[in-house]
């Protein structure tokens, strides 16, 4: 067992690990529940948190110096899979050549994906959660305006769910 344990690690093996990075340890040492993930190909550091302890993490992550929601938006992973509510923040400052960057995910049950809206740390999350909402179903609590953008009123379905089915009297066709 213990020549086991003073053998070093393959090169390759190594490489796989993957480090927490600074907005994950930062996260960490000030005692905030979430997992970090793979960065994405640019470096970007992604981290997962569940929907109890989006509020606390993203007024933290404001606090931390992320000052501008650039992105958010949903992800289908798939039928019968989980949907992902994305938050990509940077901190933008006077003196940022390249701004730090940060990609929250909040991954949410198909049957009822519900998390708390992040309006009232980012104004830009206003017609972003109401895109969500109207493409992937989405319900963003506490958003002032949880309706509609794109699609009509009447629309049923969530057209950008990989599991979406056209309804037959919305058929371009029709329009004719």
Same mark, same amino acid.
């Given at each position: =067992?213990?020549?086991? @344990?003073?053998?070093?690690? /393959?090169?390759?093996k ?14 960490? @040492? ?8 793979? /960065?994405?190909?640019?470096g ?11 509020? /606390?993490?993203?007024?933290?992550l404001?606090?931390y ?8 938006g ?5 039928p019968?899979? %989980?949907?992902?509510? =994305? &938050?990509?923040?940077i ?5 940022? !050549?390249? /701004? ?13 994906p ?8 980012w104004k830009?999350a !206003?017609?972003?959660?109401? @895109?969500?909402y109207? =493409?992937?179903?989405?319900? &963003? %609590? ?10 009509? @009123?009447?629309?049923?379905?969530w057209?950008?769910?990989?599991d ?5 009297f &919305? ?5 004719y």
């Amino acid at each position: =067992m213990a020549e086991e @344990e003073s053998k070093p690690v /393959p090169a390759e093996k190594e490489e796989s690990l993957v480090q927490a990075g600074k907005v994950s340890q930062w996260l960490t @040492e000030n005692g905030f529940d979430h997992e970090f993930l793979a /960065p994405d190909k640019n470096g970007v550091e992604i981290i997962k948190v569940s929907a109890d302890f989006l509020l /606390p993490t993203a007024t933290a992550l404001y606090a931390y110096g992320f000052n501008y929601l650039q992105c958010q938006g949903g992800i289908d992973l798939g039928p019968g899979q %989980e949907l992902v509510s =994305m &938050y990509h923040l940077i901190k933008v400052g006077d003196n940022s !050549d390249r /701004p730090e960057e940060v990609r929250v995910k909040v991954f949410l049950p198909r049957e009822n994906p519900v998390v708390p809206s992040v309006y009232w740390i980012w104004k830009t999350a !206003d017609w972003q959660e109401r @895109e969500s909402y109207d =493409m992937f179903g989405i319900i &963003y %609590e506490g958003h002032p305006n949880l309706k509609r953008l794109l699609m009509p @009123e009447d629309w049923v379905g969530w057209p950008l769910r990989k599991d979406y089915i056209s309804p037959d009297f &919305y058929e371009l066709q029709d329009a004719y």
